[in-house]
């Protein structure tokens, strides 16, 4: 391999890797069913869909989201 191409698959391989990789993480794939918000379709339990708890504090369990985690993805908004 000479020089001028060993450059140029360099290139192609930082450019596909600066295509994959967004503020110095690597981009994964958006889940689904939640389109990537995390969330799943049901109001949270706990704050009733406010993201409050009775103290006025963000709430716990959804992470004041109001909404539960998505089942598919476990919250994270990613295809596993």
């Known amino acids: 391999m000479t020089a001028i191409s060993r450059r140029k698959a360099i290139?192609?391989?930082?450019?596909?890797?600066?295509?994959?990789?967004?503020?110095?993480?690597?981009?994964?794939?958006?889940?689904?069913?939640?389109?990537?918000?995390?969330?799943g379709s049901f109001q949270c339990c706990f704050c009733k869909g406010t993201g409050k708890n009775n103290a006025g504090h963000k709430c716990t369990f959804c992470n004041g989201k109001g909404f539960r985690k998505c089942s598919a993805c476990i919250g994270t908004g990613q295809k596993k």
């Open 11 to 39: 290139t192609r391989v930082g450019i596909v890797l600066g295509l994959m990789c967004i503020a110095g993480t690597v981009a994964a794939a958006v889940c689904k069913s939640c389109n990537g918000s995390g969330t």
